[in-house]
């Protein structure tokens, strides 16, 4: 059964499957052997990565918002979605646009992301969130 799992790719090789949680919200994903949860609270707009302990390593806080945020490491990375209408998210560092994401295929959801200074982990976690975001958004328009 389709499950709307996303081969995710960096720099032309495989690094994951990213193989979202229907009955939790969100997904998990493993790289280099380490596997990852990631979880939303009920409303969908706050997400949570843990590590294999348990650990929660990320949260994404406002998702789905204009402006949203990404905290891991001490560290805050900044989200904006670029238009109303769009889907392309633009990553700022202190105010200047400095990475993006956007699905560029409506077809195969194909998603193209180039999220510079963040760890690998991070990069899928960002993306893995938004697809959890435009599924939940594309149901909402269905129903």
Request: hydrophobic share 40%.
């Amino acid at each position: 059964m389709w499950r709307g799992r996303y081969e995710i790719e960096s720099d032309g090789r495989p690094i994951t499957v990213w193989d979202p949680s229907w009955w939790r919200g969100g997904g998990d994903f493993e790289i280099d052997g380490h596997r990852f949860q990631v979880r939303s609270n009920g409303w969908g707009t706050k997400y949570r990565m843990f590590d294999e302990a348990g650990n929660e390593i990320a949260l994404v806080e406002r998702a789905g918002r204009k402006h949203w945020s990404v905290v891991a490491d001490g560290r805050v990375y900044e989200f904006r979605r670029a238009s109303f209408f769009g889907n392309r998210q633009e990553m700022l560092v202190g105010g200047v646009q400095t990475g993006s994401m956007e699905r560029t295929s409506a077809w195969t959801g194909a998603i193209e992301a180039d999220l510079p200074g963040l760890p690998l982990s991070l990069q899928v976690f960002v993306v893995g969130v938004q697809i959890a975001v435009w599924q939940a958004q594309q149901a909402a328009a269905g129903s």
